[in-house]
Each structure stands twice: as structure tokens, then as C-alpha cells.
């Protein structure tokens, strides 16, 4: 996973509340044997519609992405993470998130960043002609126009995502604990610790 | 600390914490996991993007069974046939390569001992009581029938047991459904899943791990046990469990990754004490009297949308919740059902059985048992029986039941998920009806605008053979 510190860049103003993860992946998607590519599936029937933001040469490849209320709720599908990544984004801003897809997000190095309604509504404005700054470590968003919006963010997720850890990073740091776990299992319950039988 | 007196769920948990964090989440060993071809290629992508690789592999099986179509896999030279659709055939071509290469035991679509990922782990003795068990995939919740405790992960989870063997996890609520006293002739384990999913609800079991207990788990087969712990998810549940006994270790015994000698011996000593403890309390308990358990059929686009089948469809006004009130219409609009009518009155054009529920022999042999000397009625176009691997097909034809069921005009397939999920060549044309013994019976499920009855593999069978959803006791006397 990157690290992320700084995101800065033209953000797309999305705006729209409730958008499920049926709308930012499409399921006839999810047949593929890659998280990448999907960018291409992505708000595909937003995209259909007339003067779509998403498709905008002004908005093209932006790295910050600001939607409405309960963004990415529905399936747990992180094709949805997945496709946002692959679209070039790195941060989302919103008032709300679900908590799988935040989870995802997270999971997968975006940045979701919550923010009340008029704090958003005022990206939303600047988002259509400036660049937007958001500086995670000292958790606030910024424009040219000195505006300034602090967010929350758990502790833990800031410092997996400031140095660009993931889950699964974290626990290998685990190694000498789960061989130890390994080696209990061995002496105690030796028939879990081995799936051998005639088999092997 | 542990408790003195725990569950089995409990007991399961306390021996698979590897470390505990201050907020409480564990990380958690798993003993076990299975993969399929739809949701390991981004984990395997992953792990090969960070110069990953699998921990134990050789706690690690492998096989394909979603997108497979069930028909033949080879011609008459015994040469492999090509698979028409292109994305099945990458996902699957994905597998065969991913598998070797990360060290991982792999179960090709042309063994013998192919078959249905949660048919396959009980059946060669890799799942096993007492362990934790995971796969891509909700119905995991399957292997709890042999005492596992068993569930499905995502994507970013799956290459995390990949990488680590382990999970980060928060302890679930324990949840009790206990049944005492017999079912009746004619109820089968399946119907009294669908019947615990009318009581409880699809969110009855939510944050909870489910144990089955009381006399009528006792007396079921371990065939019936995973049935029924197979469809917790639909109940809410990541997982639900029957505790491991005699019949348990009778299954198991002598299957190719069971252990043995001094290790079965050991197993057994250790599984016997995992049954829960006397004063061991549940965070919730329902209780159900197998007495009111009949046939049980589903009407609507929600697997607790269940009826008796000398029942009719209820009126959406009958529910209180006004939200419920109001899918109950959407789902009847979607069924093309109206209140009122009676379920023996619905007549089916298909009939599948078969699926990761009911495609053990037990299943095959229900089935049988019922279109013995009968014949499939002519308005239903299209039947199939496909067991759940391999293995269940060579055991139904060596006892000829594969006689009986072409006999009676239905098809008999290769193994694998089939017409469960329309992932696959099998599926259910839009408007049309089918009598399934699978565990979902969503909106579109079974292929775009099919509509769904869960049934028993006996239930399906009598409707068959009358072209209707029928009461199974009413044909065979």
C-alpha cells in the first residue's frame, strides 16, 4: 500500500447522497481476476448521464473524489475500493460513510475523510475551478481561498495509512508470536496443526 | 481470561487467540481454509504485487466449483472441453496457475474428487471439529455441522489468512437455537433451517455465532448438520455450529486428511471436550419445538419469507412492520404471486437439485427415494440433480440412484455450484419458477428475473413429479 501523507489536486464534485456500491461498480464487473482496470467500470451509468462530472476533461484523473451523505453503502464488494483507486483517487470527501466501505477504503490506502454538510458544500464550490489540499497528519483540509476544515480520523488508521501500512503488513510484523502460537498448536493439538493424513 | 464455564463456541475461540489487543480484537489462527476460483484472484494478485508469499499452504485446498458448467468435462478421448464463457474460463485458468504456484494444494475440475468447496472440505476429512475454518465465500458457515468454526472473509481477509494465518477479529455474541423432540416423517433437516429462518428472521442471528443443540441435532445425520449450518448466514450469522459427538467421529474417521493413530486418538479426546459446558450462558436463545416444524417452502425474495406447504400467501398487511409490509409486495410483484393463493397451487417449470445445502448422498438419496417409479411431470422443462462432488456421484451410482433419476427424466450432472447462483451455464430463464433446494432465493438469483422456491431435496422431487410445489408426505403416503 502507498503511504499517504498530502493529497492534493482537482477534486470531482460528485455531491450525490446514498451512492451504493452498485453505482460506483456495476456487478457484471465483478467477473474479473484483477483490481485493476475497474476504473473503466466505475460510475459507469453515472457517466451515461448528461454533463457527468466523471466525465469532464476539467476533472480528468483528479485524485480526490466529494460526494454526499452515506457514501458507498450496499454490498461489502471491494470492487468498489478497488475501482476508485484504479480512477486515480486517493481521498474521498463526504459527511458520511458506510462503515464497510470506509473499512474497504481504508483497507485498500483511500483516504476517507468526514466532514459536516457545509463544510463539504464549500469544497463542492471551490472544487469547480481550484485544486483542494488535504494534509493528513495535521488532519485538515485546505484551499487557496484560506479555508480550513479539520476532520477526525482513527489513530490507528492515520498511522497505517501515513506509513502506508496495511493490515496485512501489520500482522507479518507478528511473525515470531503466531510461530510461537504455531508451536503450542504443535504440542497440544497436533492434529489441527498439520492437515496431512494419508493425504500428504 | 477465560470463562469457567464456556460454550463451544468459546472454547473454539480461546484456543485460537494468537495475541489480544487492548481494544479487544484478536488475532485469531485459522486451521483451515478452502479457495475457490471468484474471490481468491485479487488476493493471489496481491500477495505477488508485495513479493508475498503463503504462510502454510498446506493448511491451504484449493479447487474450483462457481463457475464450472455440469455438464461433461471431457470428451470421449478424455480430453478436457473447452468453457464457452470467456470470464469463467479466466477465472478458473486463474486458479489452476495460482494454486501450484503459491505451494497450494489444488482439486482440479477433471479429479474424481472435484466437487462443491463446502462439500468437498467434511468430505475428505480436511474440515475438522474444533478448528477455524475459513473460504471466500458466506456459506462457510457449512463445516460448523461438523463442529468448525466456520465463515466466509472478503478479499483484503483472504489474503490476510493467505500471508499471516491468521485474522483480526472481534468475539461474536453467543446465540442458542435449541430443538427438543422429533420431526415428524417427512421433515427433513432442510425444512427445519427454512423454518428457524421464518422464526428468527434474516437479522435474527446478526453479531452472533449460532449453536444448534437439543435432541433433534442429536438424532441428525452429519449431512443434515451441515445443511442446516450451512444456511446461518441466512439467518444473520457469520457462523453456527452442532457440537462434534460419536456420529461426528464415526463421519470423519478414515478420510484422507483426518488424522490418525496416535492423532485421531488425541483429536477425539480434545473434541469430546469441547461440547458446552453446563451453566454456560448464551447472549440469546430461541427456542423451537420440532413438532411444529412441516414441510417448509419459501414464497418470496427473502429466505424468511417461509410458509408450511398446506399454507398460502400471506397478505402483506399481515405484517406488522411497515417496511416489511412493503418488500412483501415488491417480492410478491417480483414472484408473480398473489396473497391468498395456496402453495400447492404454484405450479414450477424447473427443478434443481443440487447445491453447497443439498447435494450430499443423503440429499441424492431423498430425492431418489421420492421419483423411485415415478415420472417427471411433462410441463416441467427442465430438471437437474447435481451432486456436490465427485465423490457423491461415484457413491449415488454405485447404488444406482443415477438409474432411478434419469429413469424418471430428470438430468443427472458433473458436480459443482450450478444453478445456485448463476455464475454458470445453468440458470433459470426470467419469469420462470424453480423448485431449488439452494439456500437464496434473491431477486435475480438464480439468473436475471428468475423466481425461486427453497425446497428439500424430497420437496423437489415430489414437485417434480407433479409439475407443482407439493407436499412430499401427500405422494408417497
Same mark, same amino acid.
Given at each position: 500500500?502507498?503511504?499517504?501523507?498530502?493529497?492534493?489536486?482537482?477534486?470531482?464534485?460528485?455531491?450525490?447522497?446514498?451512492?451504493?456500491?452498485?453505482?460506483?461498480?456495476?456487478?457484471?464487473?465483478?467477473?474479473?481476476?484483477?483490481?485493476?482496470?475497474?476504473?473503466?467500470?466505475?460510475?459507469?451509468?453515472?457517466?451515461?448521464?448528461?454533463?457527468?462530472?466523471?466525465?469532464?476533461?476539467?476533472?480528468?484523473?483528479?485524485?480526490?473524489?466529494?460526494?454526499?451523505?452515506?457514501?458507498?453503502?450496499?454490498?461489502?464488494?471491494?470492487?468498489?475500493?478497488?475501482?476508485?483507486?484504479?480512477?486515480?483517487?486517493?481521498?474521498?470527501?463526504?459527511?458520511?460513510?458506510? @462503515?464497510? $466501505?470506509?473499512?474497504?477504503?481504508?483497507? /485498500? !490506502?483511500?483516504?476517507? *475523510?468526514? #466532514?459536516?454538510?457545509?463544510?463539504? +458544500?464549500?469544497?463542492?464550490?471551490?472544487?469547480?475551478?481550484?485544486?483542494?489540499?488535504?494534509?493528513?497528519?495535521?488532519?485538515?483540509?485546505?484551499?487557496?481561498?484560506?479555508?480550513?476544515?479539520?476532520?477526525?480520523? @482513527?489513530? $490507528?488508521?492515520?498511522?497505517?495509512?501515513? /506509513? !502506508?501500512?496495511?493490515? *496485512?503488513? #501489520?500482522?507479518?510484523?507478528?511473525? +515470531?508470536?503466531?510461530?510461537?502460537?504455531?508451536?503450542?498448536?504443535?504440542?497440544?493439538?497436533?492434529?489441527?496443526?498439520?492437515?496431512?493424513?494419508?493425504?500428504? | 481470561?477465560?470463562?469457567?464455564?464456556?460454550?463451544?463456541?468459546?472454547?473454539?475461540?480461546?484456543?485460537?487467540?494468537?495475541?489480544?489487543?487492548?481494544?479487544?480484537?484478536?488475532?485469531?489462527?485459522?486451521?483451515?481454509?478452502?479457495?475457490?476460483?471468484?474471490?481468491?484472484?485479487?488476493?493471489?494478485?496481491?500477495?505477488?504485487?508485495?513479493?508475498?508469499?503463503?504462510?502454510?499452504?498446506?493448511?491451504?485446498?484449493?479447487?474450483?466449483?462457481?463457475?464450472?458448467?455440469?455438464?461433461?468435462?471431457?470428451?470421449?478421448?478424455?480430453?478436457?472441453?473447452?468453457?464457452?464463457?470467456?470470464?469463467?474460463?479466466?477465472?478458473?485458468?486463474?486458479?489452476?496457475?495460482?494454486?501450484?504456484?503459491?505451494?497450494?494444494?489444488?482439486?482440479?475440475?477433471?479429479?474424481?474428487?472435484?466437487?462443491?468447496?463446502?462439500?468437498?472440505?467434511?468430505?475428505?476429512?480436511?474440515?475438522?471439529?474444533?478448528?477455524?475454518?475459513?473460504?471466500?465465500?458466506?456459506?462457510?458457515?457449512?463445516?460448523?455441522?461438523?463442529?468448525?468454526?466456520?465463515?466466509?472473509?472478503?478479499?483484503?481477509?483472504?489474503?490476510?489468512?493467505?500471508?499471516?494465518?491468521?485474522?483480526?477479529?472481534?468475539?461474536?455474541?453467543?446465540?442458542?437455537?435449541?430443538?427438543?423432540?422429533?420431526?415428524?416423517?417427512?421433515?427433513?433437516?432442510?425444512?427445519?433451517?427454512?423454518?428457524?429462518?421464518?422464526?428468527?428472521?434474516?437479522?435474527?442471528?446478526?453479531?452472533?455465532?449460532?449453536?444448534?443443540?437439543?435432541?433433534?441435532?442429536?438424532?441428525?445425520?452429519?449431512?443434515?448438520?451441515?445443511?442446516?449450518?450451512?444456511?446461518?448466514?441466512?439467518?444473520?450469522?457469520?457462523?453456527?455450529?452442532?457440537?462434534?459427538?460419536?456420529?461426528?467421529?464415526?463421519?470423519?474417521?478414515?478420510?484422507?486428511?483426518?488424522?490418525?493413530?496416535?492423532?485421531?486418538?488425541?483429536?477425539?479426546?480434545?473434541?469430546?471436550?469441547?461440547?458446552?459446558?453446563?451453566?454456560?450462558?448464551?447472549?440469546?436463545?430461541?427456542?423451537?419445538?420440532?413438532?411444529?416444524?412441516?414441510?417448509?417452502?419459501?414464497?418470496?425474495?427473502?429466505?424468511?419469507?417461509?410458509?408450511?406447504?398446506?399454507?398460502?400467501?400471506?397478505?402483506?398487511?399481515?405484517?406488522?412492520?411497515?417496511?416489511?409490509?412493503?418488500?412483501?409486495?415488491?417480492?410478491?410483484?417480483?414472484?408473480?404471486?398473489?396473497?391468498?393463493?395456496?402453495?400447492?397451487?404454484?405450479?414450477?417449470?424447473?427443478?434443481?437439485?443440487?447445491?453447497?445445502?443439498?447435494?450430499?448422498?443423503?440429499?441424492?438419496?431423498?430425492?431418489?427415494?421420492?421419483?423411485?417409479?415415478?415420472?417427471?411431470?411433462?410441463?416441467?422443462?427442465?430438471?437437474?440433480?447435481?451432486?456436490?462432488?465427485?465423490?457423491?456421484?461415484?457413491?449415488?451410482?454405485?447404488?444406482?440412484?443415477?438409474?432411478?433419476?434419469?429413469?424418471?427424466?430428470?438430468?443427472?450432472?458433473?458436480?459443482?455450484?450450478?444453478?445456485?447462483?448463476?455464475?454458470?451455464?445453468?440458470?433459470?430463464?426470467?419469469?420462470?419458477?424453480?423448485?431449488?433446494?439452494?439456500?437464496?432465493?434473491?431477486?435475480?438469483?438464480?439468473?436475471?428475473?428468475?423466481?425461486?422456491?427453497?425446497?428439500?431435496?424430497?420437496?423437489?422431487?415430489?414437485?417434480?413429479?407433479?409439475?407443482?410445489?407439493?407436499?412430499?408426505?401427500?405422494?408417497?403416503?
Amino acid at each position: 500500500m502507498e503511504p499517504i501523507s498530502e493529497v492534493s489536486g482537482r477534486a470531482i464534485p460528485f455531491g450525490r447522497k446514498n451512492v451504493d456500491t452498485d453505482v460506483i461498480i456495476p456487478a457484471h464487473w465483478l467477473k474479473t481476476i484483477s483490481r485493476e482496470g475497474l476504473g473503466e467500470g466505475a460510475f459507469e451509468t453515472v457517466k451515461k448521464e448528461q454533463d457527468s462530472v466523471f466525465t469532464d476533461p476539467e476533472f480528468a484523473g483528479a485524485p480526490i473524489l466529494i460526494a454526499g451523505d452515506n457514501f458507498g453503502c450496499g454490498s461489502s464488494r471491494e470492487h468498489a475500493a478497488w475501482a476508485l483507486l484504479d480512477m486515480g483517487i486517493t481521498c474521498v470527501i463526504a459527511p458520511s460513510f458506510s @462503515d464497510i $466501505f470506509a473499512s474497504n477504503a481504508f483497507k /485498500n !490506502g483511500i483516504l476517507t *475523510v468526514a #466532514l459536516p454538510q457545509d463544510a463539504v +458544500d464549500r469544497l463542492m464550490e471551490v472544487a469547480q475551478t481550484d485544486p483542494i489540499d488535504i494534509d493528513l497528519q495535521s488532519q485538515c483540509v485546505t484551499t487557496r481561498f484560506q479555508d480550513r476544515f479539520e476532520f477526525d480520523i @482513527d489513530p $490507528f488508521r492515520k498511522h497505517c495509512l501515513l /506509513n !502506508g501500512l496495511d493490515e *496485512v503488513g #501489520l500482522t507479518l510484523e507478528q511473525g +515470531d508470536t503466531i510461530k510461537a502460537h504455531e508451536r503450542r498448536m504443535e504440542t497440544d493439538l497436533p492434529f489441527l496443526a498439520k492437515a496431512v493424513g494419508t493425504a500428504g | 481470561m477465560t470463562k469457567s464455564a464456556r460454550t463451544l463456541y468459546e472454547k473454539i475461540w480461546d484456543a485460537h487467540i494468537v495475541d489480544q489487543r487492548d481494544d479487544g480484537t484478536c488475532l485469531i489462527y485459522i486451521d483451515r481454509h478452502l479457495v475457490h476460483e471468484v474471490t481468491s484472484p485479487q488476493a493471489f494478485e496481491a500477495l505477488r504485487l508485495s513479493g508475498r508469499t503463503v504462510r502454510r499452504p498446506d493448511l491451504t485446498l484449493a479447487v474450483p466449483d462457481h463457475n464450472l458448467p455440469t455438464t461433461a468435462r471431457t470428451d470421449a478421448n478424455g480430453a478436457e472441453l473447452p468453457i464457452a464463457d470467456k470470464q469463467s474460463a479466466q477465472q478458473l485458468a486463474a486458479l489452476r496457475t495460482n494454486a501450484p504456484s503459491f505451494g497450494i494444494r489444488y482439486i482440479d475440475a477433471t479429479d474424481r474428487e472435484q466437487g462443491i468447496v463446502h462439500v468437498v472440505g467434511p468430505e475428505q476429512g480436511f474440515s475438522l471439529p474444533g478448528a477455524t475454518i475459513v473460504c471466500g465465500d458466506s456459506h462457510t458457515a457449512c463445516h460448523g455441522g461438523i463442529g468448525a468454526l466456520a465463515f466466509g472473509i472478503g478479499t483484503t481477509e483472504l489474503e490476510h489468512v493467505l500471508a499471516t494465518q491468521t485474522l483480526l477479529l472481534k468475539q461474536s455474541k453467543t446465540m442458542e437455537v435449541r430443538v427438543d423432540g422429533e420431526l415428524a416423517p417427512g421433515v427433513t433437516p432442510k425444512d427445519l433451517i427454512l423454518h428457524i429462518i421464518g422464526v428468527i428472521g434474516t437479522a435474527g442471528g446478526t453479531g452472533h455465532v449460532i449453536e444448534y443443540r437439543g435432541k433433534v441435532f442429536e438424532d441428525m445425520s452429519i449431512e443434515g448438520r451441515l445443511t442446516v449450518c450451512n444456511m446461518s448466514i441466512e439467518g444473520g450469522a457469520r457462523a453456527g455450529l452442532v457440537a462434534p459427538d460419536e456420529k461426528t467421529f464415526a463421519y470423519l474417521k478414515g478420510r484422507p486428511y483426518a488424522p490418525r493413530g496416535a492423532d485421531w486418538d488425541k483429536a477425539v479426546a480434545w473434541w469430546k471436550s469441547l461440547a458446552t459446558d453446563p451453566g454456560a450462558t448464551f447472549d440469546k436463545s430461541v427456542v423451537i419445538d420440532a413438532a411444529d416444524v412441516q414441510p417448509t417452502v419459501t414464497w418470496g425474495t427473502s429466505p424468511e419469507d417461509v410458509a408450511p406447504i398446506g399454507s398460502a400467501i400471506p397478505a402483506p398487511e399481515s405484517y406488522a412492520d411497515p417496511s416489511k409490509q412493503q418488500a412483501v409486495k415488491v417480492s410478491l410483484d417480483y414472484m408473480g404471486l398473489e396473497p391468498g393463493t395456496r402453495l400447492k397451487d404454484i405450479a414450477v417449470e424447473h427443478i434443481f437439485i443440487g447445491s453447497c445445502t443439498n447435494s450430499r448422498i443423503e440429499d441424492i438419496r431423498a430425492a431418489a427415494a421420492v421419483l423411485k417409479g415415478r415420472k417427471k411431470a411433462d410441463s416441467v422443462k427442465w430438471a437437474i440433480v447435481v451432486p456436490g462432488s465427485g465423490l457423491v456421484k461415484e457413491q449415488a451410482e454405485a447404488e444406482g440412484l443415477d438409474k432411478i433419476i434419469t429413469e424418471a427424466g430428470l438430468e443427472w450432472r458433473e458436480p459443482g455450484c450450478s444453478a445456485c447462483l448463476a455464475m454458470n451455464p445453468d440458470k433459470v430463464p426470467a419469469g420462470e419458477r424453480c423448485a431449488s433446494t439452494s439456500n437464496r432465493n434473491f431477486t435475480g438469483r438464480q439468473g436475471p428475473g428468475s423466481r425461486t422456491h427453497l425446497v428439500s431435496p424430497a420437496m423437489a422431487a415430489a414437485a417434480a413429479v407433479t409439475g407443482k410445489l407439493t407436499d412430499v408426505r401427500e405422494l408417497t403416503g
